[in-house]
């Protein structure tokens, strides 16, 4: 049994090196062992660390504001049932004709406003709503798809954590134990 968790142990830390190799991008050889009598227990509670993860996640942010841009594309669709009313202004100057023949100069100004109302545009309006509607929802989901994995992954670190920290403290009092016999 022991030469089996000495595998193990040994195959956890050529994974955990290949980890720090891939993080930092450089191979690590050799890592001092962590020496200390006591550590500390997990800091905080549950609770608190899944609100931090999830209030800094990257990810999360980044599908939270796409949620935001998805909800505005359906805004948008939806703003193109209204009137339009446009303002339009121009000024021309002219002092040559036809054939660029010589003519008094001219100058011509105007100014315009124009009220469109859309009746009816072959559905393309309903379809471009129920499309962004669609996106919104979607984009809804992923977002709460990875909250909730945030907070599964959150809620095992710190399980484990809390239960390391307890194995730990049973080992040192069998080792204690053992020295005694």
Known sequence: GLLTREIEVHNAQAIARERLRETTGV?????????????????GDEEQGVREAVSRNPNLLALGKASEAASRLVESGRAEYLPRLSLSASQIYADQGYDNRQVPEYEVGTVGVVL???IYEGGRVQASVRDAT??????????EAMRREI???????????VASYARMGSTAEETRALEKV
Do not use: I
């Not at 191979?27 to 800091?43: F, I, K, M, S, W």
């Not at 669609?134 to 977002?143: F, P, T």
């Open 27 to 43: 191979p690590a050889t050799g890592v001092e062992p962590l020496v200390r009598d006591a550590l500390p227990a997990a800091p």
């Open 151 to 161: 907070e599964r992954s959150v809620r095992s670190a710190y399980l484990n954590a």
């Open 134 to 143: 669609a996106k919104y929802r979607m984009s809804l989901e992923q977002y």
């Open 116 to 118: 469109s109302m859309p």
